[in-house]
C-alpha cells in the first residue's frame, strides 16, 4: 500500500516513524513499498505544483538552530537573571558556557533576521512583477528556513516548506502556506524537489545538512547534470572559514572556473540584487 505524503502536524514525529523510514532502505523485502513510497513522494507534490501552477522557485537553505533576534535577547536575558540572582552559580562553568551559547546565539540571530528581510523583499518583487508563477522554498523546519518562510508571509504572500522526519529540529513551522506544506520521508525525493525548478540558490550559515546541500548542487552543475543555477551564499566570515574553496583549486581537486559556479555577499542589499536578476516579471 502506497503512502502519501501527508500534511505535517504540528506535534512531534515519532522516533518509531524515523526508525521505520531508515530501516526501509536496507530491507530487501521492504524493497517493492519503498519504491512505492519515493514514486508517491514525487509524484504527490509534482502534482500539487502543478495544480497551482507553480512553474519556478526561490530556494533558502540555512542552519535550523538560529533563532530570531527577540528570542536571542530574551535567552541572553535569562542568563544574565541567573547569574545575578545565585551567586555561588555564577562562578560555575557551567554558567560560562550558558553565557558563551547566549551570546553566540544574539550574535547568529543577525542571519535569521537578514533571511527574514531578504524573503520579504523577494517577496514584494514578485507581487510587483504579477508573478505569481514562482514561489520561495524552504527545508520547512524552524532557522533560516522559519525565517525566509516568515518574511514572505509577513506580507501576505504564500510559500513552500518541504519537511523530513529526522530525530530533531525539523518540525514544520508556522509560516508556511497550509496547501504547499509537504512532509518528506526520502531526502533523495525532498532534494530533486528543491532543484528541479530553481531559478536560484540563497545557502545561509549551517551545519551537515546545509553542507550537503550546497555540495550536491555544486556537484550536479560541475558534472552537468543540471543546468546552472546562480548560487548565492551569504556570510563571508562564515563561508570562507568553514570551506577554502581557492584551496580545492589550487590543489586541483576542482577547476579555477568551478569558483564562478558561486557568490559571497554579506548584505540584504547585494543578495537582493543578485536574486532579482533570476526572476522574471510578467508586466
Known amino acids: 500500500m502506497t503512502d502519501s505524503i501527508d500534511k505535517p502536524s504540528t506535534s512531534a514525529i515519532s522516533p518509531e516513524s524515523i526508525a521505520t523510514s531508515s530501516k526501509d532502505l536496507f530491507n530487501d523485502a521492504a524493497d517493492e513499498a519503498t519504491a512505492k513510497r519515493l514514486a508517491d513522494e514525487w509524484l504527490s507534490v509534482e502534482k500539487a505544483f502543478d495544480k497551482a501552477n507553480i512553474l519556478h522557485t526561490i530556494v533558502f537553505f540555512g542552519s535550523a538552530r538560529i533563532e530570531d533576534k527577540h528570542k536571542a535577547e530574551l535567552i541572553q536575558e535569562k542568563v544574565k537573571l541567573l547569574s545575578q540572582s545565585q551567586t555561588n552559580l555564577s562562578k560555575s562553568e557551567l554558567l560560562k558556557q550558558a553565557k558563551a551559547s547566549a551570546e553566540l546565539t544574539l550574535k547568529q540571530s543577525r542571519y535569521y533576521e537578514d533571511a527574514r528581510q531578504l524573503a520579504r523583499l523577494i517577496g514584494e518583487h514578485l507581487y510587483d512583477c504579477e508573478n505569481q508563477t514562482t514561489k520561495l522554498v524552504t527545508g520547512g523546519g524552524p532557522g533560516i ?23 530533531r529540529e525539523q518540525i514544520p513551522n ?25 531559478k536560484v540558490i540563497i545557502v545561509f550559515p549551517g551545519g551537515f545538512g546545509t553542507l550537503d546541500e550546497l555540495m550536491e548542487v555544486l556537484t550536479l552543475i560541475q558534472t552537468q547534470k543540471i543546468p546552472p543555477i546562480p548560487i548565492i551564499l551569504y556570510g563571508s566570515k562564515y563561508w570562507q572559514k568553514v570551506i577554502n574553496f581557492r584551496f580545492l583549486a589550487e590543489q586541483e581537486y576542482i577547476d579555477w572556473e568551478d569558483l564562478n559556479l558561486y557568490q559571497i555577499v554579506d548584505s540584504v542589499k547585494e543578495a537582493f540584487r543578485l536574486a532579482v536578476h533570476c526572476i522574471e516579471c510578467i508586466n
Open 174 to 198: 508556522r509560516y508556511i502556506s497550509e496547501e504547499f506544506s509537504f512532509n518528506f520521508r526520502y531526502f533523495s525525493m525532498r532534494k530533486m524537489h528543491f532543484l528541479k525548478r530553481a
Open 145 to 167: 528556513m522559519e525565517a525566509a518562510n516568515r518574511g514572505v508571509a509577513e506580507i501576505g504572500q504564500s510559500s513552500i516548506g518541504l519537511n523530513i522526519i529526522i530525530p
